[in-house]
């Protein structure tokens, strides 16, 4: 499983790494290597490579095939649809992703480019609209295809809107036939409920400084972080924690599984005879599809998601693994839900986190902190963390906070 998760993880990496995308009609070789993993045991590792490096070319051509027509730049289109995000609105001015349903310019109606960056400019005598998630609206826009600087060692802007999948940018237009055809949609309850959490965070804290650290907590909203507050997460190494991903999500399953394992055990277990461990593992599961409901199922809650449903289901069907197997199905799940991930550097460092916590914190290569306290225990998986992950933190970053291990010791909790 370990060695077979490594090489699919490799063909995805390897494509990932070409300059252009080789000719697509190359992914028909899927249904060729797939049967192979099952039934050849000699050739099962190239077979997964291959196979990682095929599936990765499909999943990669498909959102490269949705793009916007190079012909429709710079012009005049009407576009209608749902916007997709929470929109970061400013005094005199909005962004948010827009989910396009139709696309047309005059009177022809072209392919949708699928999701897209929108800038909403107020002009000197209007103001932008209330925006919310799950609005459908009609928008005169000009857009263009995604385009980033390829300076060395500079921010891939290209990649980015690659990875979230946005095959197009551009602003909206002044134009009367801009208007609201529909507001949220009453069956999606949890766009409403995000949109009442953020509305409420801002009528109780106002202009309160940690009301964006508050809101980028529960909703993963980090649109209303200031730049200083940036950079002090920044230079403490804490920053990571204004992200909901793997750390957030499995705190709150941890908590949800032993709370319901708890009140099991002690109001239920005669009642229903069935193992409190397992009622646990189910609260978690629904706990942590919950969160990252509530974080929009951005990439990162999506990986620890099924990471979290990895390590439940095991308890479910009592099936006894070692961690590191546990980790390497949880991996080859993430990369066939989403072979795009190798592109995000909080990938390798959650992954890379968890497996440096396996290596030091069990087996024998643990032992040495098994009978410490539980302080320092968790002084060491601080520190095993900041040392370990300080290569990665200087090639995807360029730097590293020295003051991580003690920020962290008390920031995480």
Same mark, same amino acid.
């Given at each position: ?87 970061q609105q400013r005094e005199r001015s909005a962004r948010f992703e827009f989910e396009v349903h139709t696309l047309r310019y005059e009177k022809n109606v072209h392919d949708s480019p699928g999701r897209i960056l929108l800038s909403w400019y107020a002009r000197r005598y209007t103001k932008i609209p209330d925006l919310k998630i799950g609005q459908h609206w ?46 949220q949609n009453k069956l999606n309850i949890i766009n409403r409920l995000r949109t009442r959490l953020r509305e409420s965070i801002q009528d109780l804290l106002g202009n309160k400084p940690y009301a964006g650290l508050l809101m980028a907590l529960v909703i993963g909203d980090k649109s209303l972080i200031s730049p200083s507050q940036w950079a002090v997460l ?50 978690? &599961? *629904? +706990? !942590? $599809?919950?969160?990252?409901? %509530? ?8 990986? /620890? ?20 197997? &546990? *980790? +390497? !199905? $949880?991996?080859?799940?993430? %990369? ?8 995000? /550097? ?23 902190? !098994? ?14 963390? /900041? ?23 008390? !920031?995480?909790?």
């Amino acid at each position: 499983m370990r060695t077979g998760t490594i090489a699919f993880l490799a063909g995805i990496f390897l494509l990932h790494q070409l300059p252009e995308l080789p000719d697509s009609r190359w992914i028909f070789l899927l249904f060729l290597f797939i049967p192979l993993v099952f039934y050849t045991r000699k050739l099962i590792l190239p077979s997964l490579f291959v196979a990682g490096f095929l599936w990765a070319l499909f999943r990669a051509s498909l959102i490269l095939d949705a793009g916007l027509d190079q012909s429709l730049e710079g012009k005049d289109l009407f576009v209608d649809g749902i916007i997709s995000s929470l929109p970061q609105q400013r005094e005199r001015s909005a962004r948010f992703e827009f989910e396009v349903h139709t696309l047309r310019y005059e009177k022809n109606v072209h392919d949708s480019p699928g999701r897209i960056l929108l800038s909403w400019y107020a002009r000197r005598y209007t103001k932008i609209p209330d925006l919310k998630i799950g609005q459908h609206w009609q928008l005169k826009v000009r857009l263009k295809r995604p385009h980033g600087f390829m300076n060395p060692g500079g921010f891939d802007y290209e990649r980015w809107m690659f990875l979230h999948r946005l095959r197009a940018k551009g602003y909206v237009k002044q134009s009367d036939t801009n208007q609201l055809l529909q507001q949220q949609n009453k069956l999606n309850i949890i766009n409403r409920l995000r949109t009442r959490l953020r509305e409420s965070i801002q009528d109780l804290l106002g202009n309160k400084p940690y009301a964006g650290l508050l809101m980028a907590l529960v909703i993963g909203d980090k649109s209303l972080i200031s730049p200083s507050q940036w950079a002090v997460l920044t230079r403490t190494g804490t920053n990571h924690l204004m992200a909901i991903s793997g750390l957030h999500i499995g705190l709150i399953a941890g908590f949800a599984f032993f709370l319901v394992q708890f009140i099991w055990k002690r109001f239920f277990i005669t009642r229903f005879p069935w193992p409190a461990a397992k009622a646990g593992a189910i609260a978690a &599961i *629904l +706990a !942590a $599809a919950f969160y990252a409901a %509530l974080a929009g199922f951005s990439i990162p809650t999506q990986r /620890a998601l099924i990471m979290v449903m990895i390590v439940m289901l095991a308890t479910l069907i009592q099936r006894r693994s070692t961690p590191s197997v &546990i *980790l +390497a !199905a $949880a991996l080859f799940l993430v %990369l066939l839900f989403d072979p795009l991930a190798v592109l995000d /550097a909080g990938f390798w460092l959650s992954f890379c986190a968890v497996t440096i916590i396996l290596f030091t914190m069990t087996g024998r290569v643990g032992q040495w902190s !098994a009978r410490g306290k539980w302080g320092e225990k968790w002084w060491r998986v601080q520190f095993v963390i /900041a040392i370990g992950l300080t290569p990665l933190l200087f090639i995807f970053f360029q730097q590293t906070s020295v003051m991580s291990p003690v920020a962290n010791l008390f !920031a995480v909790p």
